[in-house]
């Protein structure tokens, strides 16, 4: 299994101090995280693309390029990159760059967004949400397995034979599709023949697990090689030395964005009791010390047998020192006792 850590750069208030880093302090910090993550021997790192205030990070291909500097191995990806509000010709020209500045080591996770500001932002109609993300994929699939293309549609003027540059050092780059739990979506996935990341962000995960049958499904109806057919799994998560430190120092920063996008939402105040709930074994959090997150995916690698696990440890504004040491413990306690045990098993 890979596993690594994604984030979408958070530019909230730190929920004890009320301290709130510069942009550029949180990106300088974003790009240390990135290089001890390769260092620690973690597989891949994700960044989310948003285009409001409490977020820095709107153009995630500009800062893993300048994490592909400092690092060697790890795979670069976003985590998601808005492709419904997004030209597929600039995305897929961004990531072939960052590709050919890593070394090969460039993905794109596409999704639809849950996020809406992009939308008005760049004069798209969110009457087409689901369409223009369709269109969009069918163009990028297009783009990035042939040289020259020819396509139209009805969101962005047609292409007659047109060349897109630069290639990757990939072919082809990887793109993955990254949904919420939408039955649809899924569907959409597995006949493209696509890898699923599905993101748990509440209640227990094995309600995801008919999800995950009916993206198999899909693609084995398609005619794709169900050996191709990958499934990531990203949840909250932090690790640190003992359980209920964890707890400690992982919520407030939880509760104040959750309760935030409640307010956005409809949903009610997160609570210390809702959190310890999803903190428990079956629940969605993987945020303990290092064998109770070694436990949470394993448990969910019981329900999913998936192939990649994403951690989002800045779910809100932590302090850079406990992010970089959940980072480590990551990286050095529970992946490799994951990567063990999930080969032994495989091996049975």
Do not use: C
């Not at 090969?104 to 992009?118: L, P």
């Not at 959409?188 to 699923?196: D, F, M, Q, S, V």
């Not at 409640?262 to 303990?288: C, I, K, N, S």
Request: charged residues 25%; proline residues 7%; negative net charge.
């Amino acid at each position: 299994m890979e596993l690594g850590v994604y984030t979408f750069g958070e530019l909230t208030k730190d929920a004890v101090t009320g301290d709130r880093l510069s942009p550029a302090q949180r990106l300088r910090d974003l790009v240390e995280e990135v290089e001890l993550a390769d260092q620690v021997g973690l597989d891949v790192f994700g960044l989310g693309e948003h285009h409001r205030p409490d977020y820095v990070v709107s153009a995630p291909a500009v800062v893993l390029a300048a994490a592909a500097e400092r690092t060697k191995r790890i795979r670069l990806t976003s985590a998601v990159t808005v492709l419904s509000s997004d030209d597929p010709i600039r995305v897929f020209q961004s990531f072939a760059t960052l590709d050919l500045l890593s070394g090969g080591r460039a993905e794109i996770m596409a999704g639809r967004g849950s996020f809406i500001e992009s939308f008005p932002l760049f004069g798209y109609d969110l009457d087409d949400y689901d369409a223009l993300f369709a269109e969009k994929l069918d163009l990028l699939l297009k783009i990035r397995g042939e040289g020259r293309v020819t396509w139209a549609g009805r969101h962005r003027a047609p292409l007659s034979d047109q060349p897109v540059y630069p290639r990757p050092v990939q072919e082809p780059l990887p793109v993955w599709s990254a949904v919420g739990g939408t039955p649809q979506s899924v569907v959409r996935a597995g006949t493209l023949g696509l890898p699923l990341a599905l993101g748990i962000i509440g209640g227990q995960p094995e309600r995801f697990a008919p999800l995950v049958s009916l993206y198999r499904e899909a693609g084995s109806r398609a005619g794709h090689d169900p050996a191709n057919l990958k499934v990531g799994i990203n949840t909250h998560a932090y690790v640190v030395d003992t359980s209920q430190q964890a707890a400690d120092e992982f919520f407030p920063a939880y509760a104040q964005v959750m309760t935030q996008l409640g307010r956005e939402r409809g949903w009610p105040p997160t609570t210390r009791p809702q959190f310890d709930a999803m903190q428990e074994p079956r629940g969605a959090l993987a945020v303990g010390g290092p064998q109770e997150v070694i436990d949470k995916i394993l448990f969910q690698y019981e329900l999913f047998r998936h192939d990649r696990y994403l951690a989002q440890f800045s779910v809100g504004t932590l302090p850079h020192a406990r992010i970089m040491r959940s980072i480590e413990l990551l990286g050095t306690k529970v992946a490799p006792v994951v990567r063990a045990e999930i080969a032994r098993r495989k091996a049975v």
